[in-house]
């Protein structure tokens, strides 16, 4: 049983532009952000995507809500769990507020960011648990489906830490543009078909 899945980052918000952590805070998409889904369609036009799943934050929604009604697609099937992670007090201070605001946090983090929760919110590891078990349901509900996913940086992360079996070092490296578009294989044996396109 497996899904192929068309993973795609939201479109930008002006959070983004400032490097501010939006964590579940609910921020929409800029201007440009509904351009790059625009573009994004055009990605995928190709592709007969049986659904849209879609993480229940608004900067997700009204990118998924783009490509649904640009590619046909009836009805975008909402998902907490593809949301990103809960970032706690951090939520909306920029890296260099989070790191003088709490630098006992900053000092683990800097050495382990996937485990390491932010203060009053949630790991990457956390948001690997709580996507796997989804991602899982989906290879055996919709089996041979192609599936569009449209979610966030941690979550994408998530995913590819998962698939690719990379540690925290080398995700580092690892660049997930806005509207980006990542395709998984997905089920027992899971791969990487294209990584940020």
Not at 37 to 54: F, G, N, P, Q, R
Not at 68 to 82: N, T, V
Not at 117 to 128: Q, R
């Amino acid at each position: 049983m497996s899904v192929t899945l068309y993973i795609m980052r939201h479109g930008e918000t002006d959070w983004n532009k400032e490097k501010r952590l939006m964590g579940h805070f609910d921020v929409p998409i800029n201007e440009v952000g509904l351009q790059q889904a625009h573009v994004l369609v055009k990605k995928l036009y190709k592709i007969k995507l049986d659904s849209i799943y879609s993480s229940d934050l608004r900067r997700a929604l009204q990118t998924s809500e783009v490509l649904a009604d640009q590619l046909g697609i009836s009805k975008i099937k909402s998902d907490y769990r593809l949301r990103e992670a809960k970032g706690g007090v951090c939520e909306g201070l920029t890296w260099a507020e989070m790191h003088q605001a709490h630098p006992e946090w900053w000092e683990r983090d800097q050495k382990d960011w996937y485990s390491t929760p932010y203060p009053g919110g949630e790991s990457l590891l956390d948001v690997a648990n709580r996507v796997e078990d989804m991602l899982n349901e989906l290879a055996k509900n919709q089996v041979g489906k192609h599936i569009g996913v449209v979610t966030h940086w941690g979550v994408i992360c998530a995913v590819l830490i998962s698939v690719l079996k990379i540690d925290q070092e080398h995700m580092k490296r690892v660049h997930i543009d806005n509207c980006g578009l990542t395709v998984v294989h997905w089920g027992e044996e899971k791969s990487l078909l294209r990584l940020n396109a």
